[in-house]
């Protein structure tokens, strides 16, 4: 008695028994019970350390020991107890899942939106079929049957990918946009390890995905789905090497978590946090989530809202959502280019003021001179420097001729163009035709802004102009400092009096007056880098050759091995082995990566990577008639391909399927259709039993809820209590079954607790009363 409440509270999980006035813990409860827990759990745990030190345990007794031994942590029971996402307990809790299952209707809320729209986007198996890089995409990865297609369907309370109990049903990845306006995209990727599927084609895909896994930009996210029936397998742990290698961000889910007691899984999750504290790129902890159950899914809806797109851009007071990443990234980019084209302007406006108030001030100081310019004529004599002359001047007794001057610069604009030329004319009375022969002899001769040079003298001189045409007009001559240097080359032509008019050209001068802001010029790249059409890549990286599926990371080395760290990993090749290595990883690969089927024996038997363990029963036909072994459907009936006529042979049809399972249909109202026949009724109630008038119910919510969701919602569903007492029925009338088969079944039992094994008329009477769907695991076996 005593015992049996122990059992039934260790079963039920409850924190608060367990915890707070705990078996474990002490304090509340009985002391006997207190004593009882603590020295099973010490009794398990020297077994655990026992196991441990023996070298010759198996790793995979070692793990179940540990487990046995391990003590789950509160808060994970105490989550486990609050969403009910283990294993139902309790009849209470079968009765509110079942009801919930069936009645209440299944719009979650995700991405901020009531049951999101989920919709094909891509299936790729090359680079080439990838999608464009819009959308945060968050993989679905794990080994084959783990419930990858089946998560993403139950997140968005659609069925649109496809899920089967056999592996390798996704053979290719599946990328689906979820919401309206989309905002996440959901990539189901084909799983690894045993898969109903040819080998060439499983590399195929294994390959691609771990490319797809490396190489995507927008990958935001990898969810690792493990079998919460199964727990970490090595297959497992390579693909989290991988991940962390590559710096992808993973997190790991625990499907499935609806078949596991609460207390195995709260000790499986521990042990997991326990084994995966250590990588780095892990970003949250486990989740346990029980897809088809549609318990645990909350949190894992909110983990994954924060990773949708959707980004304000306020402009000129508008706020705009954009849904895209190409498009934020646009707008990021032009925000950028806007800011980097006004930091420009700003500086250019700067130096144009700078030189400005640079000109004006050369304006005013050639203005000065300019007013002055008689008197400086006429007190310079030839063969001085402007300023000696000046030194000159002051000594200069009054009435002595002045000399006369050879080359005066001096900065004009083209305002006083006008006054020069006359003046020029006054002093030299054939000026105007010589400057006219000049411009014609040399007409493109560059003049510079805001400066003028002019040169007196009594002959033209041809080799002087040569020269001068040779030597360029000074850029600047009053603010640079290599220019100081032509300004005396200008003196020395000077000293050997080869005296030239050179016509100010105003023309020119206004062509040339724009500032040239050379520096502003930024060397555009040749190739302008833009986002590349299809594909975005990380990095430009070239595909792995077919055959590599090893590099040096992933063996162990000798100083890992010392370690004690990646001991699932091949070991690395030796001198004297390094030609078998390739083979060598190739065959642990293929062993490590097949997984262990829950209930496909008999496919895993018959897989090429395994060796068959039990030899298929043969089949009455086969004994009777030699069937052929490959039967293709042919023109001529069922027969074998002949090797030689390969291509010859024309083939109508396809291998038939695997059968990978027989399931026997006992129930004979199922397998006649009776129940469930289509004849239509039209009454809308009257007459009807429960089952009749709800599964009436149910197809016209069926039928309705695509387009006509409002007529739903006025409707009212099956009241709860009405639920309960036909639930009720049920179970009294299946356990009034189950009493009745015993006792008719009386010495037939096969000795197991009352499994009949009846024979003839009474087998059909039974097969025909009991429901196919409350059968006992026993009545689906093989062979029964
Ligand atoms: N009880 C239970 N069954 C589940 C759960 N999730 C998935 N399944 C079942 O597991 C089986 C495989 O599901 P899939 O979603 O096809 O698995 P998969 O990982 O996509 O498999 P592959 O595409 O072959 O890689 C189906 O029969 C599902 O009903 C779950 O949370 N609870
Ligand atoms: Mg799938």
């Known amino acids: 008695m005593f015992l049996a409440s122990a059992v039934r509270v260790l079963r039920a999980g409850v924190p608060a028994r367990l915890h707070g006035a705990g078996a474990v813990h002490g304090g509340g409860g009985s002391s006997a019970q207190r004593r009882w827990t603590s020295s099973v759990v010490r009794r398990r745990r020297r077994a655990y350390y026992k196991a441990m030190a023996d070298p010759t345990t198996s790793p995979v007794k070692l793990q179940r020991l540990r487990e046995r031994a391990a003590r789950p942590q509160y808060e994970l029971l105490r989550y486990l107890a609050e969403t009910k996402v283990a294993r139902v307990q309790t009849q209470e809790d079968r009765k509110k899942l079942w009801y919930d299952l069936r009645y209440n209707r299944y719009a979650p809320l995700f991405l901020n939106q009531i049951k999101p729209r989920m919709k094909l986007w891509a299936a790729?198996?090359?680079?080439?079929?990838?999608?464009?890089?819009?959308?945060?995409?968050?993989?679905?990865?794990?080994?084959?049957?783990?419930?990858?297609?089946?998560?993403?369907?139950?997140?968005?309370?659609?069925?649109?990918?496809?899920?089967?109990?056999?592996?390798?049903?996704?053979?290719?990845?599946?990328?689906?946009?979820?919401?309206?306006?989309?905002?996440?995209?959901?990539?189901?990727?084909?799983?690894?390890?045993?898969?109903?599927?040819?080998?060439?084609?499983?590399?195929?895909?294994?390959?691609?995905?771990?490319?797809?896994?490396?190489?995507?930009?927008?990958?935001?996210?990898?969810?690792?789905?493990?079998?919460?029936?199964?727990?970490?397998?090595?297959?497992?742990?390579?693909?989290?090497?991988?991940?962390?290698?590559?710096?992808?961000?993973?997190?790991?889910?625990?499907?499935?978590?609806?078949?596991?007691?609460?207390?195995?899984?709260?000790?499986?999750?521990?042990?997991?946090?326990?084994?995966?504290?250590?990588?780095?790129?892990?970003?949250?902890?486990?989740?346990?989530?029980?897809?088809?159950?549609?318990?645990?899914?909350?949190?894992?809806?909110?983990?994954?809202?924060?990773?949708?797109?959707?980004?304000?851009?306020?402009?000129?007071?508008?706020?705009?959502?954009?849904?895209?990443?190409?498009?934020?990234?646009?707008?990021?980019?032009?925000?950028?280019?806007?800011?980097?084209?006004?930091?420009?302007?700003?500086?250019?406006?700067?130096?144009?003021?700078?030189?400005?108030?640079?000109?004006?001030?050369?304006?005013?100081?050639?203005?000065?001179?300019?007013?002055?310019?008689?008197?400086?004529?006429?007190?310079?004599?030839?063969?001085?420097?402007?300023?000696?002359?000046?030194?000159?001047?002051?000594?200069?007794?009054?009435?002595?001729?002045?000399?006369?001057?050879?080359?005066?610069?001096?900065?004009?604009?083209?305002?006083?163009?006008?006054?020069?030329?006359?003046?020029?004319?006054?002093?030299?009375?054939?000026?105007?035709?010589?400057?006219?022969?000049?411009?014609?002899?040399?007409?493109?001769?560059?003049?510079?802004?805001?400066?003028?040079?002019?040169?007196?003298?009594?002959?033209?001189?041809?080799?002087?102009?040569?020269?001068?045409?040779?030597?360029?007009?000074?850029?600047?001559?009053?603010?640079?400092?290599?220019?100081?240097?032509?300004?005396d080359d200008s003196d020395d032509d000077a000293a050997d009096i080869t005296p030239t008019v050179q016509r100010f050209e105003p023309g020119l001068l206004a062509a040339e007056a724009k500032p040239k802001l050379q520096r502003f010029k930024t060397s555009k790249p040749s190739k302008i880098e833009r986002f590349p059409s299809r594909v975005s890549i990380l990095r430009p990286e070239p595909r792995p050759p077919g055959d590599i599926v090893y590099t040096e990371d992933d063996v162990m080395s000798p100083a890992d091995y010392a370690a004690g760290f990646r001991r699932w990993a091949p070991p690395s090749p030796s001198q004297a082995g390094t030609g078998h290595f390739m083979a060598q990883a190739r065959r642990r690969f293929e062993r490590e990566w097949s997984m262990e089927l829950e209930d496909v024996g008999l496919a895993r038997a018959g897989a090429p990577d395994v060796e068959p363990k039990l030899a298929p029963r043969p089949s009455r036909a086969s004994q009777s008639e030699e069937l052929p072994k490959m039967p293709f459907v042919h023109q001529k009936g069922l027969r074998p391909i002949p090797k030689d006529h390969r291509g010859k042979s024309r083939i109508l049809g396809r291998r038939p399927a695997k059968i990978l399972k027989t399931k026997r249909v006992l129930s004979a109202v199922k397998a006649l259709g009776l129940k469930y026949r289509t004849i239509r009724r039209r009454n809308l109630g009257r007459d009807l039993d429960w089952d009749e008038a709800k599964s009436k119910w149910m197809s016209w919510y069926e039928k309705n809820k695509k387009h006509r969701w409002r007529r739903i919602d006025l409707a009212d569903s099956p009241k709860k209590a009405d639920v309960d007492a036909v639930y009720e029925g049920h179970q009294a009338r299946r356990l009034q079954r189950q009493q009745k088969l015993r006792a008719r079944g009386g010495a037939g039992t096969d000795g197991r607790g009352g499994a009949p094994q009846l024979r003839g008329g009474r087998a059909r009477e039974a097969v025909a009363e009991v429901d196919e769907t409350r059968m006992p695991e026993w009545a689906y076996r093989e062979g029964r």
């Open 124 to 487: 790729a198996l090359h680079e080439s079929q990838l999608p464009l890089a819009r959308l945060p995409e968050i993989a679905m990865c794990g080994r084959s049957n783990s419930g990858k297609s089946t998560l993403v369907n139950y997140l968005c309370g659609q069925y649109c990918a496809s899920m089967r109990r056999a592996p390798g049903s996704t053979t290719e990845l599946y990328f689906w946009k979820v919401g309206r306006p989309a905002q996440l995209c959901l990539v189901d990727l084909p799983g690894y390890g045993f898969a109903e599927a040819p080998d060439e084609k499983r590399l195929q895909w294994t390959e691609f995905t771990l490319w797809y896994i490396r190489a995507r930009k927008n990958l935001k996210r990898v969810l690792l789905l493990i079998d919460g029936r199964q727990g970490i397998k090595p297959a497992d742990r390579e693909m989290i090497s991988y991940l962390e290698r590559h710096n992808v961000p993973w997190q790991i889910i625990v499907t499935k978590s609806d078949k596991v007691p609460g207390k195995t899984l709260a000790k499986r999750i521990t042990i997991m946090k326990e084994d995966l504290s250590q990588f780095r790129k892990m970003v949250r902890e486990p989740i346990p989530v029980a897809a088809v159950k549609r318990r645990g899914l909350e949190t894992l809806r909110e983990i994954l809202t924060e990773l949708k797109v959707a980004k304000e851009v306020v402009k000129d007071g508008i706020r705009t959502m954009v849904y895209d990443l190409l498009e934020q990234r646009r707008v990021r980019n032009r925000a950028k280019r806007q800011r980097r084209k006004d930091r420009k302007e700003a500086l250019k406006a700067e130096l144009e003021t700078k030189e400005s108030e640079t000109k004006e001030s050369e304006r005013a100081e050639s203005d000065a001179e300019a007013t002055n310019l008689h008197e400086i004529l006429n007190s310079w004599g030839p063969g001085q420097t402007p300023k000696a002359a000046e030194e000159d001047s002051s000594a200069a007794k009054p009435g002595e001729p002045k000399p006369a001057v050879p080359m005066v610069s001096i900065s004009l604009d083209d305002r006083d163009s006008q006054r020069v030329d006359g003046f020029m004319a006054s002093l030299f009375p054939d000026f105007r035709a010589f400057a006219a022969a000049t411009a014609s002899a040399a007409p493109a001769r560059v003049a510079q802004p805001g400066a003028a040079a002019v040169r007196f003298g009594a002959e033209p001189d041809a080799s002087a102009d040569e020269a001068l045409r040779e030597e360029p007009w000074p850029a600047d001559a009053h603010s640079d400092d290599d220019d100081d240097a032509r300004d």
